[in-house]
């Protein structure tokens, strides 16, 4: 092993293609997340502040999956009605739980903030580890930073939706929701900054709002809007897509996919939690199983209370779900009252996404995975958080945001990019792990593991996650236009070629996996 002198980490864990060593997690008197962080030879730079309840809330709020249902449903809507969101959304749940399962295994074996580019280095093939990982790396910063986008997409435009409801005068222009979604970033981003000690704290505070706020918007709409006959909810048939049937219900998927998508936020919050190697699993788990529910019960409810469908679908708000609440309370005060409580919410989950996106960006610049990985790695010395990375998530997520003034799809394009990224990542590590189990090579399992039976839920998720990714690309309809394609493709596209001429310029001399730090690589070295 040589040292790159450039740096204070050094020795990449990817090059022999596993921990640092079997016994370095042998010390007396270390915590289970000291032990973690020795075998994996990173020192501990971030404070852990999490907990398990707080990180539940962290996980369960960005899904945000009972809230996502009224601004996504709209794809799946006029893909199918009910059967695509009902039928859908129970195979994109078991889906997501074979995904979860294994996403779940490999942070308790590696439970660090670069979480699946970290697992790919240690997974696979010696001669693949170096590129497998940069490229794990490079989607997965693609993924949750459109993620982090989608979030205060949502607020702002949202916001907007209102003033149309309250204001006939107002004049709609995209770039004013641009220019709200900003505004919403800001207020993310001083929560993750100058607020950061009181963000566990608010997590748990927000979670029991999460629950709250269900009530409160499903209380009002099953007592008093106009009620669908049960046939329309569960069996009409409804594609005005465009798209054949059997095509239409797979792009439908989107809807429902998206709806889980964020649980591995967790992962990449790894080295700030407690016992982070059965708490992240059990708040992934926990966090599908809590926003099933919640999220099946709510697209039930939408389906039974949308009234006149073509009224809610022609909305100026932009948004059929203000249309629903209107027609439900008869009144601008209350769908206001409704619709806040919906922003509110979302407003919330972008501080976890802008938190997850930036420890995973950070974890793969402290790697040199990126451009100027030596500023963007840099922690804050006053607040122990990765502040650079911070403001990078911050300025791409405002470059995303100007989608928006061009297409009137940005936000399913951006909620595609998300998909597409995190997917990508996960196809990578789940094969990976799919080939481990195949040949019988070794499995350094951590606490959380399933066993004889890993093999076949590792297969199934790989089949799952694969389809909605290749779906996740389509417009929601057709004909398709400059102005109503889903762009999703060529940003990925692009983002990928770039990244591919990075790796070939500069990236794969620079580059050379997950790097143990110096402390740790001298210990291996005279071991």
Same mark, same amino acid.
């Given at each position: 092993?040589?040292?790159?002198?450039?740096?204070?980490?050094?020795?990449?864990?990817?090059?022999?293609?596993?921990?640092?060593?079997?016994?370095?997690?042998?010390?007396?008197?270390?915590?289970?997340? @000291?032990?973690?962080?020795?075998?994996?030879?990173?020192?501990?730079?971030?404070?852990?502040?999490?907990?398990?309840?707080?990180?539940?809330?962290?996980?369960?709020? #960005?899904?945000?999956?009972?809230?996502?249902?009224?601004?996504?449903?709209?794809?799946?809507?006029?893909?199918?009605?009910?059967?695509?969101?009902?039928?859908?959304?129970?195979?994109?749940?078991?889906?997501?739980?074979?995904?979860?399962?294994?996403?779940? @295994?490999?942070?308790?074996?590696?439970?660090?903030?670069?979480?699946?580019?970290?697992?790919?280095?240690?997974?696979?093939?010696?001669?693949?580890? =170096?590129?497998?990982?940069?490229?794990?790396?490079?989607?997965?910063?693609?993924?949750?930073?459109?993620?982090?986008?989608?979030?205060?997409?949502?607020?702002?435009?949202?916001?907007?939706?209102?003033?149309?409801?309250?204001?006939?005068?107002?004049?709609?222009?995209?770039?004013?929701?641009?220019?709200?979604?900003?505004?919403?970033?800001?207020?993310?981003?001083?929560?993750?900054?100058?607020?950061?000690?009181?963000?566990?704290?608010? @997590?748990?505070?927000?979670?029991?709002?999460?629950?709250?706020?269900?009530?409160?918007?499903?209380?009002?709409?099953?007592?008093?809007?106009?009620?669908?006959?049960?046939?329309?909810?569960?069996?009409?048939?409804?594609?005005?897509?465009?798209?054949?049937?059997?095509?239409?219900?797979?792009?439908?998927?989107?809807?429902?996919?998206?709806?889980? /998508?964020?649980?591995?936020?967790?992962?990449?919050?790894?080295?700030?939690?407690?016992?982070?190697?059965?708490?992240?699993?059990?708040?992934?788990?926990?966090?599908?199983?809590?926003?099933?529910?919640?999220?099946?019960? #709510?697209?039930?409810?939408?389906?039974?209370?949308?009234?006149?469908?073509?009224?809610?679908?022609?909305?100026?708000?932009?948004?059929?779900?203000?249309?629903?609440?209107?027609?439900?309370?008869?009144?601008?005060?209350?769908?206001?009252?409704?619709?806040?409580?919906?922003?509110?919410?979302?407003?919330?989950?972008?501080?976890?996404?802008?938190?997850?996106?930036?420890?995973?960006?950070?974890?793969?610049?402290?790697?040199?995975?990126?451009?100027?990985?030596?500023?963007?790695?840099?922690?804050?010395?006053?607040?122990?958080?990765?502040?650079?990375?911070?403001?990078?998530?911050?300025?791409?997520?405002?470059?995303?945001?100007?989608?928006? /003034?061009?297409?009137?799809?940005?936000?399913?394009? /951006?909620?595609?990019?998300?998909?597409?990224?995190?997917?990508?990542?996960?196809? /990578?590590?789940?094969?990976?792990?799919?080939? =481990?189990?195949?040949?019988?090579?070794?499995?350094?399992?951590?606490?959380?593991?399933?066993? =004889?039976?890993?093999?076949?839920?590792?297969?199934?998720?790989?089949?799952?996650?694969?389809?909605? #990714?290749?779906?996740?690309?389509?417009?929601?309809?057709?004909?398709?236009?400059?102005?109503?394609?889903?762009?999703?493709?060529?940003?990925?596209?692009?983002?990928?070629?770039?990244?591919?001429?990075?790796?070939?310029?500069?990236?794969?001399?620079?580059? =050379?996996?997950?790097?143990?730090?110096?402390?740790?690589?001298?210990?291996? @070295?005279?071991?």
């Amino acid at each position: 092993m040589a040292f790159d002198h450039k740096g204070d980490t050094e020795v990449s864990q990817g090059a022999h293609n596993g921990l640092v060593d079997d016994n370095f997690d042998d010390s007396p008197g270390l915590s289970n997340d @000291e032990k973690d962080m020795r075998r994996m030879g990173k020192i501990q730079q971030t404070k852990r502040n999490f907990g398990l309840l707080p990180l539940l809330g962290f996980t369960t709020i #960005m899904l945000n999956s009972w809230e996502s249902v009224f601004p996504f449903f709209l794809t799946g809507f006029i893909n199918g009605g009910g059967p695509t969101l009902i039928y859908g959304y129970i195979f994109c749940f078991f889906g997501s739980i074979a995904m979860c399962a294994s996403i779940s @295994e490999m942070a308790s074996m590696y439970p660090t903030s670069g979480g699946q580019y970290h697992w790919a280095a240690l997974l696979a093939p010696a001669k693949w580890s =170096k590129f497998l990982s940069w490229l794990t790396g490079w989607v997965s910063v693609l993924g949750w930073q459109a993620g982090c986008a989608s979030g205060t997409f949502l607020g702002g435009t949202i916001i907007q939706g209102l003033l149309v409801l309250n204001d006939p005068t107002y004049n709609y222009q995209r770039w004013h929701g641009t220019l709200l979604l900003y505004a919403v970033l800001l207020v993310s981003v001083f929560v993750n900054t100058v607020a950061i000690r009181i963000l566990p704290a608010l @997590e748990g505070i927000i979670l029991i709002l999460h629950v709250l706020g269900f009530f409160a918007i499903l209380i009002p709409l099953v007592h008093l809007a106009p009620i669908s006959p049960a046939e329309f909810v569960f069996e009409t048939w409804s594609n005005v897509s465009g798209y054949s049937d059997g095509l239409s219900w797979l792009v439908g998927l989107l809807t429902s996919s998206v709806l889980f /998508i964020g649980f591995d936020g967790a992962c990449h919050m790894a080295e700030e939690v407690k016992n982070a190697s059965i708490n992240v699993p059990r708040a992934m788990f926990f966090t599908i199983f809590l926003n099933g529910a919640l999220g099946f019960s #709510m697209i039930i409810v939408i389906l039974f209370t949308i009234g006149n469908v073509d009224d809610a679908l022609a909305t100026p708000t932009g948004y059929p779900f203000i249309e629903i609440f209107m027609n439900a309370t008869q009144s601008k005060a209350g769908a206001t009252a409704m619709t806040s409580i919906l922003i509110a919410l979302i407003v919330f989950a972008t501080f976890g996404f802008l938190a997850s996106a930036s420890r995973q960006l950070w974890a793969f610049a402290r790697d040199q995975g990126l451009p100027f990985s030596n500023i963007i790695a840099r922690v804050d010395p006053r607040w122990s958080i990765p502040l650079y990375s911070i403001a990078l998530t911050a300025l791409i997520n405002s470059l995303l945001a100007l989608i928006n /003034i061009g297409s009137t799809v940005a936000f399913n394009a /951006i909620v595609s990019l998300v998909a597409v990224g995190l997917f990508s990542s996960y196809v /990578i590590t789940i094969s990976l792990m799919v080939r =481990k189990r195949l040949t019988g090579e070794h499995i350094p399992f951590g606490p959380w593991n399933m066993g =004889k039976y890993g093999l076949y839920v590792n297969i199934y998720a790989l089949a799952y996650t694969t389809i909605v #990714m290749v779906f996740s690309f389509f417009p929601p309809a057709t004909p398709v236009t400059a102005v109503s394609m889903n762009w999703s493709c060529a940003v990925y596209g692009g983002v990928v070629i770039l990244g591919l001429v990075f790796w070939a310029v500069k990236g794969r001399h620079q580059w =050379k996996g997950p790097l143990m730090d110096r402390r740790f690589a001298e210990q291996a @070295e005279t071991s």
